[in-house]
C-alpha cells in the first residue's frame, strides 16, 4: 500500500515493508574553483522503521554528504528523497526546519553545542522550538541527562565537559523530540574508547526501543553493532549487507566489539 501525505503523492511502493528513509538515483556535485566533483551518483537506499544501519566506506566516499542530504542541510543535485513515507528533496528550508526540529535528530562528529548555553538550555531548545512547554521542555531534558549520568553537569558550559560528556548531551539534543529518524556522524570518531563505548550503548538502547538510526562510521567494529552495513564507494553503494549476528552475553558485547584504543 502506499500514502498521500502533506508533501505530495504518494512513493513508489517498497518491497514487502514500508520505508522510513527511502532514497533513489541520489545524486550530489560540489563546484568549486569551477570543476565539478560528484560525491554522490545514484544511491538507492531503504532504511525500515526501527532499523539500525551503519553506512561505511573510505573517506571522500561521500558518506557524510550522504547524511546532509537526508537531513536536509545540503540539497541534492538529483534523485529523491522520501521520509516517513513522504517525498522532501524539494522543500524548501522553511520546510526542512520544521522536519529537522520535529522528525529527525541529527549528532554532528564535532557535537556543535551552543557554546554560550548551559548544557540543559542546548538540550531543552529543540523542544521549546518544537512547541513544548517549558515544564515538558524540562521533564524531557532532566529524564535524558538522568539517563546518561549528566545530572550534575545540568548547569556546565560545553567548554567545562570531556569531549565524551559533550557527544553524550549531543545525543541527548538529537533525540528530545523522539525523532521519526536519528542521523548520526562518526559518533564516536573523536571519543577515547571509554567514551565511545558510552555511546555505543546509548545508541544500541535506543535501537532496542525502536528507533531508526543511520550512522555513518569509517570504524568496522562500530558498524557491526547495526543490523545492516551500507558500503559506499566514490558515491555509489558498493555492497549492502545484513550483520551475522554472533550470539554472545550483553554484558560483555560492546566490550568485545568496541575497543578503540586497543
Known amino acids: 500500500m502506499t500514502s ?6 504518494s512513493p513508489p511502493r517498497l518491497s514487502a515493508r514500508t520505508a522510513m528513509l527511502w532514497t533513489r538515483d541520489l545524486a550530489k556535485v560540489h563546484h568549486a574553483d ?12 531503504c532504511v525500515a522503521r526501527g ?7 573510505p573517506s571522500g566516499a561521500g558518506k557524510s554528504t550522504l547524511l546532509h542530504l537526508l537531513a536536509g542541510l545540503e540539497r541534492p543535485s538529483g ?9 522532501v528533496d524539494g522543500l524548501g528550508e522553511a520546510r526542512w526546519a520544521v522536519l529537522r526540529r520535529r522528525h529527525i535528530g541529527f549528532v554532528f562528529q564535532f557535537f556543535n553545542l551552543v557554546s554560550n548555553m548551559t548544557v540543559a538550555d542546548n538540550v531543552e531548545l529543540p523542544a521549546l ?4 512547554s517549558p515544564r515538558q521542555a524540562r521533564a524531557r531534558r532532566e529524564a535524558l541527562l538522568a539517563e546518561l549520568g549528566l545530572v550534575a553537569k545540568a548547569g556546565a558550559s560545553p567548554s567545562q565537559l570531556s569531549g565524551g560528556e559533550q557527544q553524550r548531551v549531543a545525543l541527548a539534543r538529537a533525540v528530545v523530540n523522539r525523532p521519526s529518524v536519528l542521523l ?4 564516536t570518531g573523536s571519543l577515547d574508547s571509554r567514551s565511545a563505548r558510552d555511546v555505543l550503548r546509548l545508541l544500541e538502547r535506543l535501537h532496542g526501543d525502536g528507533q531508526t538510526i543511520l550512522l555513518v562510521t569509517h570504524d ?24 551475522e549476528v554472533v550470539p554472545r552475553a550483553p554484558a560483555t558485547a560492546l566490550a ?5 584504543n586497543g
Do not use: H, K, Y
Open 79 to 87: 534523485g529523491e528523497i522520501w521520509l516517513d513515507g513522504q517525498r
Open 51 to 57: 532499523e539500525f544501519v551503519a553506512v561505511t566506506g
Open 256 to 260: 568485545d566489539v568496541i575497543e578503540l
Open 129 to 132: 522550538l518544537s512547541g513544548a
Open 4 to 9: 498521500t501525505g502533506p508533501f505530495g503523492s
Open 220 to 243: 568496522a567494529r562500530v558498524a557491526s553493532l547495526a543490523d545492516r552495513v551500507v558500503n559506499l564507494f566514490d558515491g555509489v553503494v558498493a555492497d549492502d549487507a545484513a550483520v
Open 184 to 187: 548520526t556522524d562518526e559518533p
Open 34 to 45: 569551477g570543476s565539478a566533483v560528484r560525491a554522490l551518483r545514484g544511491v538507492d537506499l
